[in-house]
């Protein structure tokens, strides 16, 4: 999903400073941490050119977005994603 190169490293393993007790993906650039929806829209950024119409939908309200983004981790099974998927 991700054009070039985005490293993913597990939490247990960052020890640059202390990330926020928080059960989403987190997003860090630099000494900023994003959550939820809003590291799911800069991550957005760095997709291929057919994923960025979905690019318009985080114009939405933070709060709405954040919303969708906990019912869609929430009912992750129903999407045919297991809870071992998540884990890195």
Known sequence: ?????????????????????IDSIKYVVGKEVFVKSDALSRILVHSHWYFQPLRIVFFLPTRLLDIGYDWVAKNRLFWGKSVDDCAI
């Open 1 to 21: 999903m991700v054009n070039g190169h985005l490293p993913i490293i597990p939490e247990s393993s960052f020890s640059e400073f202390t990330l926020p007790d």
